[in-house]
C-alpha cells in the first residue's frame, strides 16, 4: 500500500544569476505524484561526481564563496568572472535541480504493472534533480538493486560503472586491443582496473602520485606509469609496447599529457615498424577527452605522424550509439557485481545542508582522489 507522505520536501538548487553571481541553495517543493508508469523514489543516497559539479558551480570562482542563511538552510554564493558569463548564457536566472544519479527506495507507485512491481524495493536512477529528498521517474528507468543491497551501495550504478564499461566497449568496437586511462586511481579508474583484469583486457593506468601508482598495484594493476616520475614517458612507452594500447581516455583533459600519451604511442609502434614513413605510423592512436580535471589548454606537440584523432566522449551519446539492449546490458552486468566490480567508496557522507558548507564545497570541489562526497538526501 502507498504510504502517507509530505506534501513538500527539500531539493538542492543551482541557480547563475545575470547579476554575475551563483547562489546554491535548498529550495521547498511539492512532492509529485506519480502517473500511472511512474515510480515515486525515497532518495536516500546519491554521489558527487565530477560532471555533476559543472552544473552545480558552473563558472563561479569558488575559492571566494560566502555562507549565509542557517544550518538547516544554507545559502552559498559565490562570484562569477564576467569573460565567463557568456558560457552561462544558457542558465541565467533559472533555478537548477542537480544530482544524476541516487538510489533509494519506491514509496509510491503508479497503477501500472510494472510501476506497482516496484513498490518497496530499492533501485537506483539515474535522470537528474538526484539531490532531492524525493524523486519521481520513469518505472521503466529504474535498476531493481539486489536482494540486500543498500541505497548507499546502489547509489553510484549509472555514471562510474557504466564509464568505465563504456571505455572498455568503446575499445572493441573501434578495434583496439589495450587501452589507456588517465587519473586512474579515481574511483572510476579502480573499477576500470577490476573490469579489465576480470575481462583480460590490457590496462594502462596513468596515475599522477607515487601513492596513486602503490594504491592501484595493491589492487593487482599491471601497468602503472606515474606522470609525476622523470621516467614517466619511458615508462609509458614501455607499458604501450607491452599491451598494445592505441587508445586512451583522458579525464585531466588540460596540458600536454594527451599529446605526450599519442607521441608515446606512435614510439613503441615504431618500435616494430618494418620501414620508415615520413608520414608515420599507419596504425590509428585515438585519445578521448572525457573529462577536465586541468582546465587549461590542451597542448599537443604534433610528434606522432597523421594516423591519430583526438575527440570528446561522454556516457550518454556511448549509451545511444551501442542502443537499448546493450545498454541494458552493461546496466545488469553492474547490478550483478554492485559488491564487487562495480563497489564505491566515499571519503565522507553528508546530509543535503551539509553539503552546502564551505568546509565541504572546499574538500569534494578539489575534485581529487579519494575525496568522494555522497549525499543522505533524508538525513536531518
Known amino acids: 500500500m502507498n504510504q502517507p507522505l509530505p506534501s513538500t520536501a527539500l531539493q538542492l538548487r543551482s541557480l547563475v544569476r545575470g547579476s554575475g553571481e551563483l547562489e546554491l541553495s535548498l529550495a521547498e517543493i511539492p512532492v509529485p505524484v506519480p502517473n500511472a508508469d511512474e515510480v515515486l523514489i525515497r532518495i536516500e543516497a546519491a554521489p558527487i561526481n565530477p560532471s555533476d559539479q559543472g552544473l552545480l558551480f558552473g563558472a563561479a570562482d569558488m575559492s571566494a564563496a560566502v555562507q549565509s542563511g542557517t544550518a538547516a538552510r544554507p545559502v552559498v554564493t559565490a562570484p562569477i568572472a564576467a569573460q565567463a558569463m557568456p558560457a552561462m548564457a544558457g542558465r541565467l536566472d533559472e533555478s537548477m535541480p542537480v544530482g544524476n544519479e541516487g538510489a533509494g527506495t519506491v514509496v509510491q507507485a503508479g497503477a501500472s504493472p510494472a510501476a506497482q512491481a516496484l513498490l518497496g524495493r530499492v533501485v537506483a536512477v539515474i535522470g537528474g534533480a538526484m539531490y532531492s529528498e524525493y524523486r519521481c521517474v520513469k518505472a521503466a528507468d529504474c535498476l531493481v538493486l ?140 585515438q585519445v578521448y577527452l572525457y573529462g577536465s580535471l586541468d582546465r587549461s589548454a590542451t597542448v599537443v606537440e604534433r610528434n606522432f605522424g597523421m594516423a591519430w584523432s583526438m575527440g570528446g566522449w561522454l556516457l550518454f551519446p556511448f ?53 568522494k562526497y555522497l549525499i543522505l538526501p533524508n538525513r536531518a
Open 146 to 285: 539486489p536482494q540486500g543491497a543498500t541505497a548507499v551501495e546502489g547509489a553510484s550504478c549509472f555514471v562510474n560503472p557504466l564509464t568505465a564499461l563504456g571505455m572498455v566497449e568503446t575499445m572493441r568496437l573501434e578495434g583496439h586491443k589495450a587501452l589507456v586511462h588517465t587519473a586512474a586511481a579515481s574511483n572510476l579508474g579502480q573499477m576500470l582496473n577490476r573490469i579489465c583484469l576480470k575481462d583480460g583486457v590490457g590496462l594502462v593506468n596513468v596515475v599522477r602520485s607515487p601513492a596513486q601508482a602503490a594504491l592501484l598495484k595493491s589492487q593487482g594493476a599491471v601497468h602503472v606509469c606515474d606522470s609525476s616520475a622523470p621516467d614517466f614517458r619511458e615508462a609509458l612507452t614501455e607499458a604501450l609496447v607491452a599491451t598494445g594500447a592505441t587508445i586512451a581516455f583522458d579525464a585531466i583533459g588540460g596540458g600536454r599529457l594527451a599529446g605526450q600519451i599519442l607521441g608515446c604511442m606512435e614510439t613503441a609502434i615504431n618500435r616494430s615498424a618494418a620501414e620508415y614513413s615520413r608520414y608515420g605510423s599507419s596504425i590509428h592512436k
Open 319 to 371: 549509451l545511444k550509439r551501442v542502443g537499448p539492449e546493450a545498454a541494458q546490458r552493461l546496466r545488469e552486468r553492474v547490478a550483478a557485481e554492485l559488491k564487487t566490480t562495480f563497489a564505491s567508496k566515499y571519503t565522507r557522507e553528508v546530509s543535503l545542508a551539509e553539503a552546502l558548507t564551505l568546509e565541504a564545497i572546499a574538500a569534494y570541489g578539489k575534485r581529487a582522489t579519494g575525496e
